[in-house]
């Protein structure tokens, strides 16, 4: 049974960076032929796609975080990770990491629809 | 981006009578060449994720109920639920995926009338 377990520090200071660490069990990241992305969710707001990795590294980002944001796969630890630096309130969210359907166009490939979540952490940005 | 319009906010149903929510997209997500539109339904309760329930618009994902089926094509859909239960009190998000990035509608939450 597929399981996906965030884990991270809940409170980070504004302009640092924001590291979580997404454990999978039930499914070996590098046989899988799905992605493995983040998800975000601020209080009161609608979800958000941060970005996602495949098993080979490739990653696919929100052009409007695509600045600040790093995924990357660890695939001994059947983990994936994000890093968002220089963060603000605005970043203060409940973060899901989640296994999903994606597809390729002839340039990039794109996320689909979100298959499995893991349960989620709250990531609070405040000094 | 695409924009996602859920309509409407929230909405109260009696015990085994039938909700409907309406999702609306800026853009159509129907793909001419699979002949498929790029919507996904989703169900949230208090303090749970998230859960797939319906992809390609009305393909119900492995295990969730005949009674939520989804409908429409290129920029307006539905998600109905034909005879609400107890358990089904929570929020509900459609999402677009025919155009990177993904993007989700603002949510309808439904409860017990």
């Known amino acids: 049974q597929l399981q996906l377990q965030e884990s991270g520090p809940g409170l980070v200071k504004p302009s640092e960076t924001l590291s979580l660490t997404c454990t999978v069990s039930?499914?070996?990241?590098?046989?899988?032929?799905?992605?493995w992305g983040w998800i975000r969710q601020p209080p009161g707001k609608r979800l958000e796609w941060v970005g996602s990795?495949?098993?080979?590294?490739?990653?696919y980002y929100n052009p409007s975080l695509k600045s600040r944001v790093t995924i990357s796969v660890d695939t001994p630890k059947n983990q994936f990770s994000l890093n968002l630096r220089s963060v603000t309130a605005a970043d203060t969210a409940v973060y899901y990491c989640?296994?999903?359907?994606?597809?390729?166009?002839?340039?990039?490939?794109?996320?689909?629809?979100?298959?499995?979540w893991g349960q989620g952490t709250l990531v609070t940005v405040s000094s | 981006d695409f924009v996602m319009t859920q309509s409407p906010d929230s909405l109260a149903v009696s015990l085994g009578e039938r909700a409907t929510i309406n999702c609306k997209s800026s853009?159509?997500?129907?793909?001419?060449?699979?002949?498929?539109?790029?919507l996904a339904w989703y169900q949230q309760k208090p303090r749970q994720p998230p859960k797939l329930l319906i992809y390609?618009?009305?393909t119900r994902e492995s295990g969730v109920p005949d009674r939520f089926s989804g409908s429409g094509s290129g920029t307006d859909f539905t998600l109905t639920i034909s005879s609400l239960q107890a358990e089904d009190v929570a929020i509900y998000y459609c999402q677009q995926y025919v155009s990177s990035p993904p993007t989700f509608g603002g949510g309808t939450k439904v409860e017990i009338k």
């Open positions: 390609w618009a009305s």
């Open positions: 990795v495949y098993y080979s590294g490739s990653t």
């Open positions: 853009q159509s997500v129907f793909y001419s060449p699979n002949n498929k539109n790029y």
């Open positions: 039930g499914d070996s990241i590098s046989s899988s032929t799905e992605y």
């Open positions: 989640a296994r999903h359907w994606g597809y390729c166009g002839s340039t990039t490939c794109h996320p689909g629809y979100f298959q499995h």
